[in-house]
């Protein structure tokens, strides 16, 4: 019995001996065998019975068959595969228009819940949560596996193995032993006198002189044998201290790096944290800069959906304690419109449903002034030192003019309420554009329209800390030394020399007032929207090297601030420290010789003396 497969085919042989055969032209009756084979196919339900009394004759037809039964088969499996791979593909096709519906319901109800979602979440800043950190992810290096050194050589004491050949036995399985000494007691050097050694006193004399020599040799081979040990082993022992020292050489080398970049993961964590303490004192004492970056973190934190990314300005007055914010609200088009994923079996396609215009605009306006009660819900539910006494919302979209076809900016929205007028809502049952009305809000009555209106209140976008500049540059010459010049001088140098560099590109500089406030002598403003950005400037006219702490204060001022880069400037030069910490940071050291190549770039002239600067500045007290 041959099987074929629990639906293939099975073909049995059966021999039956002595069949008489009749030949008709002869009528000769012969005894022979008869060979058959029964031939069945399960899958097809079939079965052939075979004879002949030629054994591969019989078997080359049993096999045929099988040969044209299994084509049969594979078609019908073929088939009902294709045919099951259909169904699965349609169920594929079910269960993707099924998820696709499904996302599509969970992305419009996560626009109608903006503000639900905001209510269930804390707004007020968790100091210590900010400050808690990952430890350094990377593991300290363990110590290698140093090779261990071979025992010092061993005399042998058998006296089974030859001589000589027992250490380099001994020796191939890495180990060291001296052969065993010969001895003039050994066997090998006593003579064996027989009966003319006996007789003939001289030939006794000869084997004893023979034998001596034989024990001198073989002592002499033996020392031989002794000082290659010692070599090999002197050998060994050195190789096996050269790759130790390599292991431990390497292993010290990572065990550095590691110790470096670990000690740099603590100086990052321990500048953020500073900056968070920074913050915080700030803040807490009302500063204004304090007041606007705390709302910053408050407004930048808020978790949206991906299509509805936070953008905002915003501007704190602290005599009214009155806190405006210029929020870009996202354009029309950022909604979703999917409703509905069909799967049409008949078109073996997808049919996609969308929301109609009245839906996408109703769903609109929803969305706007959901991100408008939310904003004032996060400022004020975090405002803990009561700065803010009331908050003014001004909705601005940017988005295309249809009849000039120009992209324009407006304020579709703006509301001022007090804090304590706004805490007393229940936010969880009120209907957005009720509520923003009630408050006194103003916008059309239909918000997708983009029609324009005056804001309640605006942000001045002058910032204080700016104060007017004037040139230092055109007064220099190559007598100056720039280590000795005022330090408001400096500062002014330094914002007229970037001014220059920046104004290639079409940006701007502006100096702050001489307090430096918020750790910033320069601003620049670099409108490219690829490279640009804003960079803060310190300038230090030092004579001595700059510590890392300062390149630290800068990293902590370019976070604070918010900007894409940080140049710090001076008159002398910079420690490994410090270059080390800037290394992979948004952040530009220049020392005094990159200064007065910036400033022959420009065309100026003057010198760096540090000794004569020190000189100057103490004799000046």
């Known amino acids: 019995m041959r099987p074929g497969g629990p639906d293939g085919y099975e073909y049995a042989c059966e021999a039956h001996p002595w069949q008489i055969m009749v030949f008709p032209d002869t009528h000769e009756r012969i005894m022979a065998y008869r ?3 029964t031939v069945s196919h399960k899958g097809l339900g079939k079965q052939r019975v075979i004879s002949g009394t030629d054994e591969g004759i019989v078997l080359a037809k049993a096999q045929a068959q099988v040969a044209e039964w299994e084509a049969k088969w594979d078609a019908v499996v073929s088939a009902q ?6 169904i699965d593909a ?3 096709k079910l269960l993707e228009a099924e998820e696709r519906t499904k996302e599509a319901r969970e992305a419009v109800e996560a626009v109608r819940s903006l503000l639900s979602v905001a209510l269930g979440s804390p707004c007020i800043m968790d100091w210590v949560k900010l400050k808690k950190h990952r430890p350094f992810a990377k593991a300290m290096p363990i110590s290698p596996k140093y090779l261990t050194f071979p025992p010092k050589p061993q005399a042998a004491l058998s006296h089974d193995q030859p001589l000589l050949e027992e250490a380099a036995a001994r020796d191939s399985q890495s ?4 052969p065993r000494e010969p001895h003039p007691s050994d066997l090998r050097y006593q003579p064996d006198f027989g009966v003319l050694d006996k007789l003939v006193k001289s030939r006794a004399e000869e084997k004893t002189r023979r034998l001596k020599g034989l024990y001198i040799s073989d002592h002499n081979a033996w020392e031989e044998a002794v000082r290659q040990v010692d070599a090999r082993w002197d050998a060994s022992v050195r190789e096996i201290r050269l790759q130790n020292d390599q292991l431990y050489a390497k292993n010290v080398k990572e065990v550095d790096k590691w110790n470096l970049e670990a000690q740099e993961y603590q100086n990052e964590l321990a500048t953020k944290d500073a900056t968070i303490d920074d913050l915080r004192a700030r803040y807490e004492t009302l500063r204004v800069d304090g007041v606007e970056d705390y709302c910053e973190m408050v407004l930048a934190n808020s978790n949206y959906p991906d299509r509805f990314s936070p953008d905002f300005d915003h501007e704190y007055n602290p005599e009214t304690r009155i806190l405006i914010v210029d929020y870009a609200l996202p354009p029309p088009d950022c909604l ?12 073996d396609d997808f049919t996609e449903t969308f929301l109609s215009e009245v839906e996408l605009s109703r769903l609109y306006d929803e969305a706007l002034y959901q991100i408008c009660l939310r904003s004032l819900h996060e400022l004020f539910s975090a405002d803990t030192t009561n700065a803010l006494a009331a908050i003014s919302f001004n909705g601005w979209v940017r988005s295309l003019d249809k009849a000039t076809g120009k992209e324009v900016n407006a304020c579709i929205l703006s509301v001022q309420v007090k804090k304590e007028e706004f805490q007393a809502i229940n936010l969880q049952n009120v209907d957005p554009k009720v509520c923003f009305k009630a408050l006194k809000g103003v916008g059309s009555s239909k918000l997708h329209s983009l029609t324009p209106i005056a804001p309640v209140l605006t942000i001045s976008r002058e910032d204080r800390r700016f104060i007017a500049s004037h040139e230092v540059a055109d007064y220099l010459n190559d007598g100056i030394n720039l280590a000795a010049m005022d330090w408001e001088e400096f500062e002014q140098l330094i914002r007229e020399l970037f001014e220059k560099e920046f104004k290639q590109a079409g940006g701007e500089v502006k100096i702050t007032q001489a307090s430096r406030d918020g750790g910033v002598d320069a ?3 670099d409108p490219d929207v690829i490279r640009g950005g804003k960079t803060v400037i310190q300038a230090k006219r030092y004579t ?3 510590g890392v702490s300062a390149v630290r204060d800068l990293y902590g001022t370019v976070l604070n601030e918010g900007a894409s880069k940080g140049i710090l400037v001076t008159t002398s030069d910079y420690g490994p420290d410090s270059y080390s910490f800037a290394k992979g940071k948004p952040l530009v050291l220049l020392n005094g010789a990159n200064l007065l190549n910036l400033l022959a770039k420009h ?3 003057a010198k760096i003396d540090l000794k004569e600067a020190k000189k100057m500045l103490n004799e000046k007290g």
């Not at 180990?175 to 001296?178: A, E, S, V």
């Not at 979703?336 to 078109?347: C, G, I, N």
């Open 81 to 86: 595969q294709t045919k099951q791979n259909a």
């Open 523 to 525: 601003v620049a403003f």
């Open 336 to 347: 979703p419109t999917l409703k509905e994923v069909k799967y049409v079996k008949s078109k």
């Open 90 to 92: 349609r169920k594929d």
């Open 35 to 37: 060979y058959t084979y």
């Open 603 to 605: 065309g100026h002239k």
């Open 175 to 178: 180990t060291f032993h001296y």
């Open 544 to 546: 001595n090297t700059v």
